[in-house]
C-alpha cells in the first residue's frame, strides 16, 4: 500500500457484500471512483480489492435535516470526516499471504475478509504488477487500470484457451478493444486468428470516430497476416491488397447452414425441412436442382413424391434465390475458399476475411458459418488424429465474429457451428472471440461458457445482466460497468484475469502506438551492415 | 516556565472529582472555564473552573442591602471597609487531570487535591501544553454539575484557544474530538461549535 493515499478503515463488511471503509476526514469522496484498487493491510495478509461504491453517511440523522451553513467553513471542516463521513464499498478479490509459502504461491482468491479497523490505501503500481504481471513473451499490455500507470496485462496463452467475448454499446471502442487485441494474440500467443470482418475494419485499414484512419493487421504485420476478401471491387476500390477472393460454390452449401438462416431468410420450417429431403434428393447439387425446378405437371409430382408443400417449396425458392443473388456465389468453384483458408491458418499466416459491400447479415451468417463448419471439422480431426498418434496438435484457431447475437441467440445457438465451439470449448484447440452489442441476444448457456469477458459501457439492464451473470459479487460490478466513461474505458473479467479490473486501453491510431506494438524493426544501416556481412 | 502563574487561592474542599478554592481577594476570581492547578511542574492536578460564588462568611447570615444613601457602589464599599473581609469568593472546579514526574496525563488523579494547596491559573504555555492531547473534553461532558457542560466545554476551549497566535488548530482539533465524543448528539454538537466559532 502507498502510504501517502491512506483512505480510511475497515469498519464493517461482509465476504458476499463486500466491506465498509471509513474515508479518514483527510480523504475526499471525490477523489475516490468506482473500479479503483485498493489494498487493504489487515493483520498477517494483504487483500486487493474494488471499490464498488461510494457513499455519505452520518452519524446523526439529525444532521441532514439541520445542516451547519454553507458559510460556515469551521464546522464543515469538524463534522467532515468525523461526525459527516464518506463510506466506500470495496469487494476484495485477492489476498496476498504475509509468510514466503505465499509470496511464492502469489495471490489467492479470498476466502475471508480483512479485520476490523485493517488500514486502507489505494494500490500501488507494484501491487498491480504483482497480480497482474509484467510485460512478457506471454503477457500483452491491454491497457491502464482506471487511473493508474502500470501496464494491465493479460495472459494471451491463457487467454485463447477459453472463448471469449468482448461487449459494449456502438460507438464505445469494441473495434479498437478488438484490434488491439487482435494483435496481442498475434504476437503472444501462439495461435492464429480466423477473423470475419463484416465492416472491413480489421484487415487493412479502419477508422476512427474522428474520420482518421488507423492502420489495421495487415499493415502492421504484413507477412503475418492476409487479407481474403468476398468481394473483389471493393477491395480494389480501396486499394487494399488481397491474397485471395472467396467465392463459394452452391454445392457447397448444406442444408444445416439454410437452417441457421431461417430467420434472416424468413424461411418456414417446413421450408427448412424440405432442404433436407431435397439434399438426399439430388445430392450435393440440390440447390442447382432445386432451383432448376419450374412450375409444371412434372414437378408438382416430383414435389409430392417427396410430400413438400408448394408453399414450403416457395419460401425456401425465394430463400435460395436470395442467397444465389450474392454475387460471390456461384454454381460451381474449383478453388474452394475453404481449403484455402485451411492452408494458410496451417502455415500460421493469420486470415481476416473481408465482407465488402456484403455488410448484409445474410450473407455474413452464410459464409461464417459455411467457413467456420468446415474447418472446425478439420481441426476436430486433426486434434484427434494428433492425441491417437501422439504429436503435436494444430496451433491454437481463434475465430473472431461480429454481431454475434445473430449466430447464438437461444433459437440457433444449438444449431450452428458457433455454439458447439463456445460449449465445447478447447478441446479441439479452437475457442471463438464473440463481439456483440446486444449481449443479452446470446444464448445464456453460451455466455456462462465464454471464459474472459471484456465490456465497454453497457446501459440496458438486460444486457448488463447477462454479460455478469455468474459472476460473483455481480451486483458490486453492475455499478462499475454501468459507471464507465462511455469511451475507451472497459472492464474485464473472467478467466485470464485474476480479479476484474476497470481499464482504459492502450493507445491505438497514433505513429508512436504502431511503433509499440511492432516488434522492433532493424535500422536500414544495419541492414546493409548484414548485407554486406552477406557478401564477404 | 518563563512566565510566572498567578496564585490564585488555596483549596478549601477536596474531592476525587473535583475541588473548591477560596480567592485572597474579594470578586478576584479566574473565569469561567479556564484552566487552573494546584502543585509545581512536576506533580499536581489540573482543573477548570466550572462554577464561582460570592457569600457571607457565615453560612445562617445574608448581606443586607446597605446602598440607599450611596452615590455609587464603590462607596459601599468605601463606607464599609469590614465588608471584604466579611464576604468571600470561592470557584469550584472539575479535575480533567493531573502531572505526574512531569507527565501531564489526562485522567482523574489517583488522589483529591489537598486542602491548602494553591491554586494556580495556568499560563499560556501550560495551557498549550495541556491542549495536545483532548481526553479532558470526556470528562467535562460527563461530569454532573449545575453549569450546563456545553457551555462550560465551549469556555474552556474558547480560553485556552487564546493562548495560541492561531487558535483555529486547536479549535478544528478540538472540535473533531467532540464530534467523535457527541456523535449521536449534533444538537449539542452544534450548540459547542456555534459558541466556540473564531
Not at chain 1, 491512506?6 to 466491506?19: A, D, F, I, K, M
Not at chain 1, 486434434?383 to 503435436?392: G, S, V
Not at chain 2, 472529582?17 to 506533580?43: H, I, K, M, W
Not at chain 2, 499560563?123 to 467535562?140: P, Q
Request: net charge negative; hydrophobic share 35%; glycine share 8%.
Amino acid at each position: 500500500m502507498n502510504e501517502d493515499v491512506r483512505l480510511g478503515l475497515v469498519v464493517s463488511g461482509s465476504l458476499s457484500e463486500g466491506v465498509a471503509v471509513r474515508l479518514d476526514s483527510k480523504a475526499s469522496v471525490e477523489d475516490v471512483v468506482v473500479g479503483r484498487y485498493v489494498t487493504i493491510e489487515g493483520k498477517s495478509r494483504r487483500f486487493l480489492g474494488m471499490i464498488t461504491d461510494v457513499k455519505l453517511d452520518a452519524s446523526d440523522e439529525r444532521m441532514t435535516f439541520a445542516p451547519p451553513d454553507p458559510g460556515d467553513t469551521f464546522s464543515a471542516e469538524i463534522l467532515s470526516g468525523t461526525s459527516a463521513y464518506g463510506l466506500l464499498t470495496v469487494t476484495p478479490y485477492l489476498v496476498i499471504g504475509g509468510d514466503s509459502k505465499a509470496v511464492v504461491e502469489g495471490p489467492q482468491p479470498v476466502k475471508t475478509i480483512p479485520s476490523h479497523f485493517s488500514p486502507v490505501g489505494l494500490s500501488s503500481d507494484s501491487d498491480i504488477e504483482l497480480v497482474f504481471g509484467k510485460e512478457d513473451d506471454k503477457r500483452f499490455w491491454i491497457g491502464n487500470p482506471l487511473d493508474m500507470e502500470t501496464k494491465l496485462c493479460l495472459n494471451l496463452p491463457e487467454l485463447v484457451k477459453r472463448s471469449n467475448g468482448i461487449f459494449g454499446k456502438s460507438g464505445t471502442g469494441k473495434t479498437f478493444l478488438t484490434r488491439i487485441l487482435l494483435i496481442g494474440m498475434l504476437q503472444k500467443s501462439a495461435c492464429v486468428n480466423l477473423v470475419f470482418d463484416m465492416h472491413s475494419e480489421y484487415g487493412w485499414e479502419g477508422s476512427s470516430e474522428k474520420g482518421r484512419k488507423v492502420k489495421a493487421l495487415k499493415q502492421l504485420f504484413p507477412t503475418k497476416v492476409s487479407i481474403f476478401s468476398l468481394d473483389e471491387e471493393n477491395a480494389r476500390r480501396r486499394q487494399v491488397s488481397t491474397d485471395f477472393i472467396v467465392k463459394i460454390g452452391y454445392d457447397e452449401i448444406e442444408p444445416e447452414d439454410m437452417a441457421l438462416l431461417r430467420q434472416t431468410l424468413n424461411l418456414t420450417d417446413l421450408a427448412v425441412e424440405a432442404c433436407f429431403t431435397l439434399r438426399k434428393h439430388f445430392g450435393r447439387n440440390w440447390i442447382k436442382s432445386t432451383l432448376e425446378i419450374d412450375a409444371g405437371e412434372e414437378s408438382e409430382e416430383l414435389l409430392k413424391s417427396l410430400t413438400i408443400h408448394e408453399s414450403s417449396f416457395q419460401s425456401l425458392k425465394r430463400g435460395l434465390g436470395t442467397i444465389t443473388r450474392l454475387s460471390f456465389m456461384q454454381p460451381h468453384v474449383e478453388q474452394r475458399a475453404v481449403d484455402f483458408v485451411l492452408k494458410y491458418l496451417q502455415q500460421g499466416t493469420n486470415v481476416v476475411l473481408e465482407f465488402g459491400r456484403y455488410t448484409d447479415i445474410t450473407a455474413y451468417i452464410l459464409v461464417a458459418n459455411l467457413l467456420t463448419r468446415r474447418i472446425y471439422s478439420q481441426y476436430r480431426d486433426q486434434t484427434e488424429k494428433a492425441l491417437a498418434e501422439d504429436t503435436k496438435p494444430p496451433a491454437p484457431l481463434v475465430i473472431t465474429i461480429e454481431e454475434a447475437h445473430k449466430f447464438l441467440n437461444p433459437e440457433v445457438a444449438s444449431q450452428t457451428i458457433f455454439g458447439t465451439i463456445a460449449r465445447e470449448m478447447r478441446k479441439y484447440n479452437c475457442t471463438l472471440l464473440v463481439i456483440d452489442q446486444r449481449p443479452s441476444g446470446i444464448d445464456s448457456e453460451v455466455m456462462s461458457q465464454l471464459g474472459t469477458k471484456i465490456t465497454c459501457l453497457l446501459d440496458n439492464e438486460k444486457d448488463i445482466d447477462s454479460v455478469l451473470a455468474g459472476i460473483s459479487g455481480k451486483n458490486e460490478l453492475k455499478g462499475v460497468l454501468a459507471k464507465l466513461a462511455s469511451k475507451q474505458q472497459a472492464l474485464v473479467f473472467g478467466h485470464a484475469v485474476p480479479m476484474p479490473v476497470a481499464f482504459s486501453p492502450r493507445e491505438y491510431g497514433s505513429r508512436e502506438s504502431y511503433k509499440d506494438f511492432t516488434p522492433a524493426e532493424t535500422s536500414p544501416r544495419e541492414v546493409e551492415k548484414n548485407i554486406d556481412e552477406l557478401w564477404r | 516556565m518563563n512566565e510566572t502563574s498567578q496564585r490564585l487561592g488555596e483549596v478549601i474542599e477536596a474531592s476525587t472529582t473535583g475541588f473548591t478554592a477560596q480567592c485572597y481577594e474579594l470578586y478576584d476570581l479566574p473565569p469561567l472555564g479556564s484552566l487552573v492547578r494546584t502543585g509545581d511542574s512536576t506533580n499536581g492536578l489540573f482543573a477548570v473552573v466550572c462554577h464561582a460564588v460570592t457569600e457571607g462568611l457565615e453560612p445562617g447570615r445574608k448581606p443586607i442591602a446597605r446602598g440607599k444613601d450611596e452615590p455609587d457602589e464603590e462607596s459601599i464599599f468605601q463606607s464599609n471597609p469590614q465588608l471584604s473581609k466579611l464576604l468571600r469568593s470561592e470557584f469550584s472546579t472539575l479535575v480533567v487531570g493531573h502531572r505526574k514526574g512531569g507527565r501531564i496525563l489526562q485522567y482523574l488523579p489517583p488522589q483529591p487535591a489537598r486542602i491548602h494547596s494553591f491554586v494556580h491559573a495556568c499560563t499560556a504555555e501550560e495551557s498549550k501544553d495541556f491542549g495536545r492531547t483532548f481526553g479532558f473534553l470526556n470528562i467535562l461532558l460527563n461530569a454532573k454539575i449545575e453549569t450546563p457542560a456545553d457551555e462550560l466545554i465551549a469556555a474552556t476551549l474558547r480560553i485556552m484557544g487564546a493562548s495560541y497566535a492561531d487558535p483555529r488548530p486547536f479549535l478544528i482539533g478540538a472540535g473533531k474530538e467532540l464530534a467523535s465524543l457527541l456523535g449521536e448528539d449534533y444538537g449539542k454538537l452544534k450548540a459547542i461549535l456555534e459558541r466556540i466559532k473564531p
